[in-house]
């Protein structure tokens, strides 16, 4: 049986295979979607795919991730998406 590390490297690989080409396309035709944060204080996550790091607070509550990479925000209790 897989551990999650492995069931996430697996999932990494497949989406870097689907998505190569999008995290180079251009913000009007990537797909995002927004999440908002419900929080107090700071939140930073990454992205499953492309490894960069989203940043959420009180003031900044709302953020579009592209949509490659927000398999990684639907695991956090204090994102809602939008």
């Known amino acids: 049986m897989s ?3 492995q069931k ?10 689907k998505t190569s080409n999008k995290t ?3 913000a009007e035709t990537q797909k995002f979607l927004t999440f908002k944060y ?15 790091t989203y940043q959420f607070s009180a003031k900044k509550s709302l953020v579009k991730i592209p949509e490659y990479d927000a398999s990684s925000m639907f695991g956090e209790p204090l994102l809602k998406k939008v």
């Open 3 to 5: 551990c999650c590390g």
């Open 8 to 17: 996430r490297t697996t999932l990494k690989e497949y989406y870097n295979s």
């Open 24 to 26: 180079q396309q251009s």
């Open 38 to 52: 419900i929080g107090k204080s700071m939140l930073e996550l990454t992205g499953s795919v492309s490894g960069k």
